[in-house]
């Protein structure tokens, strides 16, 4: 009999370990308990509820009424919970059994999901809202001129050129959307061919120039001596230069002989692009969220200046997807400068 204590006892010793080496693999916060005892938490429930709620009662780390209703009699199940470790935060649940009275109490993080369906639900409507003002114009023009006989000739010729604009506009933010999917799709495939930064620099600096002297400005390039190639897709670094130089032009000149500076450079193994302008500057509340789809500073002279929205969301995924790094800074009255480094190719490939 006492034989058979002693292996029960050691039975449950191994077994206890087991579960704390089991916990402490867990990435998301996870408890053993024994009715309303915290037996075992791992480091990331600790981080949550404080590091010394073992052997605590669990209503003084979980408060929340729902979880606890299905926590005590030891219910079996996953349910989504709110407001644990945080005002709004969303959780999902999960009880499971192990034996002797004891129940796995695990908390499943779903503030990215949510965060990602937010996105999604505000991505739609933003498209939509983008589409619909252009489309709401071209119909209520190309309306008048089928259903009116009467419409002279500069009247008809100032609404044709108004149907023209706006659908370019639509057609502008629908091949926007399109590359921005194809970008998303191979965010995965790392870029495989040697792109000479220097060699793109300068076509797109050749191309927007003529929109930069209209202007009343210039872009003046700088490239660094031995900057080398980097491994990329040459048409998504063709676009990525595109909309940054772009946006420079059309919100980075306030006067005329304000020019835009760009700058070629390597160190430290990375290919660095400085895009610098002169212009009034982004209030910093902007900066975090200029990168998102259809944000926009001044979204009046945004549609005016025939920007899409789009513009540095596509420049964030290229980035991304050429393992580079982005950073915009700006201050009132001192323009903006943003910078693109890029993993060069390394000398022994």
Known sequence: MVRQNRLKRRSMAIDSKAIEAFLGVLDEPAMVLRRDTILNANAAAKALFGSGIERQDIRLAIRNPKALSHIL???????????????????????????????????????????????????????????????????????????????????????????????????????????????????????????????????????????????GSEIRLEIEDGVPPVLGDRAQLTQLLDNLLSNAVRYGIDHAGDPVAVTVGSSDGAVRIVIADQGQGIPREHLPRLTERFYRVDAARSRDSGGTGLGLAIVKHIVERHRGTLDIRSEIGSGTKVTVTLPAVRAEA
Not at 82 to 98: D, Q
Not at 116 to 143: C, K
Not at 176 to 192: K, Q
Request: charge should be negative; aromatic fraction near 4%; include cysteine.
């Open 73 to 215: 009699p030891g219910e079996e199940g996953d349910i989504d919970v709110v407001g644990i470790g945080g005002f709004g935060r969303p959780w999902t649940l999960s009880i499971r059994p192990l034996g002797d009275d004891r129940i796995l109490v695990r908390l499943i993080d779903k503030s990215a999901a949510a965060a990602a369906e937010r996105m999604r639900v505000d991505f739609v409507a933003n498209a939509s809202h983008e589409l619909r003002t252009p489309l709401a114009a071209v119909l209520g023009y190309a309306e008048t001129l089928a259903d009116d006989d009467d419409v002279d000739r500069d009247s008809r010729m100032r609404f044709g050129q108004t149907i023209r604009t706006e659908a370019r506009r639509m057609l502008r933010i629908i091949e926007d959307l399109m590359g921005l999917s194809r970008i998303e799709a191979d965010r995965f495939v790392v870029p495989t061919e040697a792109i000479s930064i220097v060699d793109l620099a300068k076509s797109a600096v050749e191309q927007c120039q003529p929109t930069a002297k209209s202007a």
